[in-house]
């Protein structure tokens, strides 16, 4: 069972307590190498280990997360499988309303980068989220997905509050 | 404008309209050609209970108004750090006429008397006294306001970076033609390069007469790469009470208020801007554009040395490579992270040409002088450091990050304005805005 300091430990300290200077691209190699080895249980250690707010200690862990994102971005780098893999793990992570808004909204800042069209009907609930943070970020993610979000936006509508309905509207009006 | 956006000479002839050649005269009703805008106009304007609609004081004043005295009525926006220097440019470098009549700042919260200090541009906008605003807002605001005020006659001197995205420079550049504004950059090192060897080296690019022939510019250092990275895992805290944290952040996500977030290290977060390369880039590469004839076009090509970027923060890097079409290829060093390239500039002069080219070279007439922001707000003509050219320059930033960031060699069309074969990549291309921000 993967432990999030399994991964995270590997991740150099920030310069002088506050400054990102990353790792080396080898050693970035390794690791991610790693990470995609273990599979759903790495991404759910390191979620797991994300605190409800950011600014806790846990950069490390959201660097990691991000990281799995942007390379699974890269068609070379990541086959399309784990690609799906990894974005219908994140996704089904951001539906757990026992996780913190922050982390949730966290999550839906790498399925911008990540969700597709398969994802827009599970993720579009999110826009009346109790959470503006939520709100926001799911919006944010079925803007990105662009066209195949626009009749589940649509399906939103039917009794959204205010807040809900503008982030909706929104949504719809920077995919057209 | 934004959340409630009209086109304000809709159905006049606009007066003070800038000649450009691609403007169309007839595409002026953006909600027209927008049904959702419209709606959204509707539905945001009645859930934030606001509307209205602006007309410059040049259609008030009839066909043959002027402003008396040639005296402009300006604004700035932003008036923190850059913001006074800014100002002041209006009339210690372009020569203009200005009163200064509004300010606006996020940080006025309890102080503004929306006279003379605002905390909403918005308000500055709806004045029929202002035909000048000056933008020196962190850059994920530019667009949005670039556009909303020309879309309200103003004519606009904006800071650079000129945008946070590739997208919203287009918009820009979509809002200079349809608004006939004037629009410039507050970066000027075109300007001195239109004599001599610029020159020289201009009209041969041009010409196409440099294609293939391993033409490169290098530029090492300077690119504040460590300086302009945002502070990690920093413990948010409540806002200052007198600063409006949600519209600072506006089109950007609102994000847990951390004080590096606001004044100067904004430039450390993408949220807000593109770390050093988007504080001094624009400088270096905008005579680069003009001198090697690059304002219409973009790379086909970037990749860049760098470690795995951070999700919030401009990191390090060690050099990108940008080439376009013709084979022209900037290269930038940060000299601050991994090995340099051991690439030189190499240009383009008459020895290097046939004797076929110099000729053609020779027949080749100079390009008309640029035109300064000032003399443009005067006699209607298009600025020098136009919307095209600033964001064609800009550019090359947005796509240095986007390698960086990505961490792949990205493809791109410079017609479509996207990277090829990768949908990742392009929704950094294009980034949504958080509600009711969109351009």
Not at chain 1, 127 to 152: F, K, S, W, Y
Not at chain 2, 174 to 188: D, H, L
Not at chain 2, 305 to 334: M, N, Q, T
């Amino acid at each position: 069972m993967s432990q999030a300091s399994d991964f995270t430990d590997r991740v150099p300290d920030l310069v002088d307590g506050r400054s990102f200077h990353s790792l080396a691209p080898d050693e970035a190699a390794d690791l991610l190498g790693d990470l995609w080895q273990a599979g759903e249980a790495g991404v759910e250690a390191l979620v797991d280990a994300l605190d409800a707010q950011e600014g806790s200690g846990d950069w490390k862990a959201r660097f990691l997360l991000h990281a799995l994102a942007n390379q699974a971005g890269d068609a070379v780098a990541v086959g399309a499988d784990q690609r799906a893999a990894l974005t219908r793990q994140l996704t089904a992570m951001a539906l757990e309303d026992h996780r913190p808004p922050g982390v949730r909204t966290f999550l839906l800042h790498r399925l911008q980068w990540l969700a597709g069209d398969d994802e827009a009907p599970a993720l579009a609930p999110l826009v009346a989220d109790p959470a503006p943070d939520v709100r926001d970020a799911a919006a944010a993610v079925l803007t990105a997905v662009g066209e195949a979000a626009i009749e589940p936006l649509r399906g939103q509508l039917e009794g959204a509050g205010p807040a809900s309905r503008l982030a909706i509207e929104h949504a719809l009006l920077q995919i057209d | 404008m934004s959340g409630s956006r009209r086109c304000v000479v809709r159905g006049l002839p606009p007066e003070g309209k800038v000649d450009t050649p691609s403007v169309d005269r007839d595409d002026r009703d953006v909600s027209a050609k927008h049904p959702r805008r419209r709606f959204l106009k509707t539905a945001a304007a009645a859930a934030v209970g606001w509307n209205f609609q602006v007309v410059p004081r040049h259609v008030i004043g009839g066909p043959d108004h002027t402003p008396p005295s040639e005296t402009f009525g300006a604004a700035l926006i932003g008036v923190g750090g850059r913001g006074p220097g800014t100002f002041r440019a209006l009339s210690e470098r372009h020569g203009l006429e200005v009163r200064k009549l509004a300010e606006c700042d996020v940080k006025w919260v309890g102080e503004a008397d929306d006279k003379t200090r605002y905390t909403d541009y918005r308000r500055i906008l709806e004045r029929e006294d202002i035909d000048i605003v000056a933008i020196a807002t962190p850059p994920h605001w530019h667009a949005v306001m670039s556009i909303d005020a020309m879309e309200a006659g103003k004519d606009v001197l904006c800071e650079k970076p000129m945008t946070r995205t590739i997208a919203e420079g287009r918009a820009v550049v979509e809002a200079e033609q349809r608004t006939g504004r004037v629009f410039q950059i507050c970066t000027y090192g075109r300007f001195g390069q239109q004599g001599g060897r610029q020159m020289e080296q201009r009209k041969i690019m041009l010409a196409g007469m440099a294609r293939d022939r391993e033409i490169r510019f290098v530029r090492r250092g300077g690119f504040k790469v460590f300086q302009w990275s945002g502070p990690v895992d920093v413990e948010p805290r409540e806002p200052p009470t007198n600063l409006d944290w949600d519209m600072y952040c506006g089109p950007s996500p609102l994000k847990p208020f951390i004080p590096s977030r606001f004044g100067g290290m904004h430039r450390g977060y993408w949220d807000y801007d593109g770390g050093g390369l988007g504080d001094m880039g624009q400088h270096y590469l905008d005579p680069i554009t003009w001198v090697f004839g690059k304002d219409g076009t973009s790379p086909i090509e970037v990749e860049a040395s760098a470690p795995p970027a951070h999700p919030e923060v401009a990191g390090p890097w060690g050099w990108v490579k940008l080439r376009y079409e013709d084979g022209f290829e900037i290269v930038l060093e940060s000299d601050e992270w991994g090995e340099p390239t051991g690439l030189s500039t190499r240009g383009i002069g008459r020895d290097d040409l046939t004797d076929e080219e110099k000729q053609a070279l020779d027949e080749m007439p100079d390009p008309e002088p640029l035109v300064d922001f000032g003399e443009a707000v005067r006699t209607r003509q298009r600025a020098g450091g136009h919307a095209e050219a600033a964001h064609r320059t800009v550019c090359l930033l947005h796509l240095a990050n986007l390698a960086i960031r990505t961490g792949r060699k990205i493809r791109f069309d410079p017609e479509l304005e996207l990277a090829l074969d990768d949908d990742q990549a392009n929704r950094l291309v294009r980034q949504p805005m958080r509600a009711p921000w969109h351009v």
